[in-house]
């Protein structure tokens, strides 16, 4: 069968802190070699730490500690560095490819910013050192800048925008407690986002000056694929991505996906695939013009939960499915075993 010609391009969207759910991807893991190649060599280099994050992330009900910057950093990088591979073997050749917080360092990883070996000495850095922040987290607000603007403080802010009106809030307790409660008396729809540390805030700045120098080189380099960032929401230049202080002020500095989104989308058409768990940002694409009118499609690699065993597998082969329909896909077996 002939694929369909079509003149959409592909953006692989890669989620972020707040995407995870007990074992998310692990249908792959043990069943795709290169998927599981992948995950091990992540839980090799956070070295005694590794065994504890890899059953975490196996067990039926994880711990506590499974929204912690512990744990769900490394799994959210190594699952969408994983997802992003699978789809590049199964012949997607991305146009561009589009982060948000954490799943902008598995974008650039997969780009050739950093090799996927240096990204994790990296994270693994970033986790110790930001490990440290004061207990906090993100809030999520259906409200526009404006409607927020006197509810924030000092510390804080708002630490991604997503859309029109889909902000997260970000922030110390009990200051961002503080403010969700006076969000709520005045009528506004807030929920906490899954995280225990307050990502894309100033405190988090201030952790950082406060930890002194740095180990870990990553070497960045011009992208092989272009990269639009939800930092900058824009395509990230050549000198940006080669900047290793762009990628160590990331976690202090708000996400600006829904910008980015919107610039990218009117660019052209796209079929914008998320290529990591869950399906937090298919969501958010959907809900935009161009994938509401039908000119864009947004597809999800995997389920936003573990529904059942082997959901995993086969909503990633039906979305490789559809990529091969629209021309996008090699017609080779997808390499799951």
């Not at 992330?57 to 699952?79: E, M, V």
């Not at 503080?178 to 005045?186: A, K, M």
Request: glycine letters at 8%.
């Amino acid at each position: 069968m002939t694929p369909e010609p079509t003149t959409r391009k592909v953006a692989l969207l890669f989620p972020g802190q707040g995407a995870q759910h007990p074992r998310m991807g692990a249908d792959l893991y043990g069943v795709s070699p290169r998927f599981t190649e992948i995950m091990d060599q992540a839980f090799d280099a956070f070295g005694a730490s590794g065994r504890a994050i890899r059953d975490d992330w196996l067990a039926t009900a994880p711990s506590s500690s499974y929204d912690d910057i512990s744990r769900a950093q490394p799994l959210l990088y190594a699952i969408d560095y994983a997802m992003g591979t699978l789809l590049l073997e199964a012949g997607v050749r991305p146009d561009v490819l589009l982060g948000h917080s954490v799943g902008e360092l598995a974008a650039a990883t997969l780009a050739g910013v950093f090799d996927f070996e240096s990204g994790l000495r990296h994270l693994r850095e970033f986790v110790t050192i930001y490990g440290r922040a004061p207990r906090g987290g993100m809030l999520a607000v259906a409200a526009t800048r404006e409607r927020v603007a006197p509810y924030l403080t000092h510390d804080v802010v708002v630490g991604a925008e997503n859309g029109p009106r889909q902000l997260l809030l970000a922030g110390p307790d009990p200051a961002l407690h503080d403010v969700e409660q006076r969000l709520r008396g005045d009528g506004f729809t807030c929920a906490r986002a899954r995280a225990l540390q307050p990502f894309h805030s100033p405190v988090m700045r201030t952790v950082a000056e406060e930890s002194g120098p740095r180990e870990a080189r990553l070497r960045p380099r011009a992208p092989r694929i272009p990269v639009h960032s939800a930092r900058t929401g824009h395509i990230l230049a050549d000198a940006t991505a080669a900047d290793e202080e762009f990628w160590r002020e990331q976690p202090a500095e708000p996400v600006l996906f829904g910008p980015a989104l919107q610039r990218l989308l009117a660019r052209g058409d796209h079929l914008l695939v998320e290529a990591g768990p869950g399906q937090s940002l298919t969501a958010l694409a959907r809900r935009t013009r161009a994938v509401a009118t039908g000119r864009s499609l947004a597809l999800p690699t995997l389920p936003p939960r573990r529904e059942h065993p082997g959901a995993d597998l086969h909503t990633f082969t039906a979305t490789v499915d559809q990529l091969r329909a629209h021309g996008h896909a090699s017609r080779t077996p997808v390499p799951l075993g």
